[in-house]
């Protein structure tokens, strides 16, 4: 409970004053940022937690001590600005027809961490019985992370992006090869798939992130990344309770596949709806 609010109240906060901090192209590079130190910290998590894990099973959770020299780092570095309301539209107000893009995008967010954690949920047992160490399990992991890492700080560096819907989609697609290359019973074809996986994720959570700070104002970002840190971690959540059944009834490469054709459905429903609203400039990632 204790470790769930606290990755709440990090979350919300740190990409809250992000959104606030920077804007246009220089908000865009930094959720971009933010978004390969997450795949970082998953390279990180993975990999220590795998070895420590063949070592014995509580002995992973030290893992989270690294949070004491971040929170004394914060301390030091992070400083309460004033910064005048930001945003398109009136300071104190959403533009025009925000609403229903930002209920899009997180929508989004929750569909982009359902899928990841079939992922990260199942591969430990898929890969065990394969006869695989904890410490390859980790290092298998570790590649979703690794390929987040590559292609945020390649977004970044992007000087135009395309519509945030089609980014999406993009993001989508990747995330059900990444599934159908999940439910092979072969670890080279495994792997690959969960690379792909990481790759869905660089592009599409600072698409989310950049694109609800830049529909927000100044002073409703904390709100605004507050339920997007909810429907993120809600997605999480319910990815185990929902697949589980799914997964006792159909068994492990048949469920993989359902939920590639259901991720794929849902970019192109994304898609649909957005042509749908109101165009929104702030609509546009990166713009």
Same mark, same amino acid.
């Given at each position: 409970?204790?470790?769930?609010?606290?990755?709440?109240?990090?979350?919300?906060?740190?990409?809250?004053?992000?959104?606030?901090?920077?804007?246009?192209?220089?908000?865009?590079?930094?959720?971009?940022?933010?978004?390969?130190?997450?795949?970082?910290?998953?390279?990180?998590?993975?990999?220590?937690?795998?070895?420590?894990?063949?070592?014995?099973?509580?002995?992973?959770?030290?893992?989270?001590?690294?949070?004491?020299?971040?929170?004394?780092?914060?301390?030091?570095?992070?400083?309460? %600005?004033? #910064?005048? $309301?930001? *945003? /398109? =539209?009136?300071?104190?107000?959403?533009?025009?027809?925000?609403? +229903?893009? @930002?209920?899009?995008?997180?929508?989004?967010?929750?569909?982009?961490?359902?899928?990841?954690?079939?992922?990260?949920?199942?591969?430990?047992?898929?890969?065990?019985?394969?006869?695989?160490?904890?410490?390859?399990?980790?290092?298998?992991?570790?590649?979703?992370?690794?390929?987040?890492?590559?292609?945020?700080?390649?977004?970044?560096?992007?000087?135009?992006?395309?519509?945030?819907?089609?980014?999406?989609?993009?993001?989508?697609?990747?995330?059900?090869?990444?599934?159908?290359?999940?439910?092979?019973?072969?670890?080279?074809?495994?792997?690959?798939? %969960?690379? #792909?996986? $990481?790759? *869905? /994720? =660089?592009?599409?959570?600072?698409?989310?992130?950049?694109?609800? +700070?830049? @529909?927000?104002?100044?002073?409703?970002?904390?709100?605004?990344?507050?339920?997007?840190?909810?429907?993120?971690?809600?997605?999480?959540?319910?990815?185990?309770?929902?697949?589980?059944?799914?997964?006792?009834?159909?068994?492990?490469?048949?469920?993989?596949?359902?939920?590639?054709?259901?991720?794929?459905?849902?970019?192109?429903?994304?898609?649909?709806?957005?042509?749908?609203?109101?165009?929104?400039?702030?609509?546009?990632?990166?713009?």
């Amino acid at each position: 409970m204790f470790l769930g609010i606290g990755i709440a109240g990090i979350s919300t906060a740190a990409t809250g004053l992000m959104g606030i901090y920077y804007d246009g192209d220089e908000r865009r590079r930094v959720m971009a940022i933010q978004s390969a130190f997450m795949g970082f910290g998953g390279v990180v998590l993975e990999v220590i937690g795998g070895l420590m894990a063949d070592v014995a099973w509580n002995v992973p959770f030290l893992v989270y001590l690294i949070a004491l020299p971040i929170l004394v780092a914060g301390l030091l570095a992070v400083r309460d %600005v004033a #910064v005048p $309301g930001r *945003g /398109l =539209g009136a300071p104190d107000g959403f533009p025009q027809g925000a609403a +229903a893009h @930002m209920a899009v995008l997180y929508a989004s967010i929750f569909m982009l961490m359902f899928i990841m954690f079939i992922v990260t949920v199942n591969a430990s047992d898929i890969l065990t019985s394969m006869g695989e160490s904890m410490t390859v399990c980790g290092m298998v992991l570790a590649l979703m992370g690794l390929t987040q890492v590559l292609t945020s700080i390649a977004y970044s560096r992007v000087r135009r992006i395309p519509g945030y819907q089609y980014v999406l989609l993009a993001a989508f697609a990747l995330q059900a090869v990444a599934m159908v290359l999940f439910a092979s019973d072969d670890l080279a074809v495994l792997s690959i798939g %969960v690379g #792909v996986l $990481g790759v *869905g /994720l =660089g592009i599409g959570m600072p698409t989310i992130t950049n694109c609800l +700070a830049m @529909m927000s104002p100044a002073s409703a970002q904390g709100r605004t990344m507050g339920i997007y840190s909810c429907l993120m971690n809600l997605g999480t959540s319910l990815s185990a309770v929902v697949m589980g059944p799914v997964i006792v009834a159909l068994g492990y490469a048949a469920s993989f596949r359902l939920a590639a054709a259901a991720v794929l459905i849902f970019g192109v429903a994304v898609l649909a709806a957005s042509r749908l609203l109101k165009p929104l400039d702030s609509a546009e990632a990166g713009r």
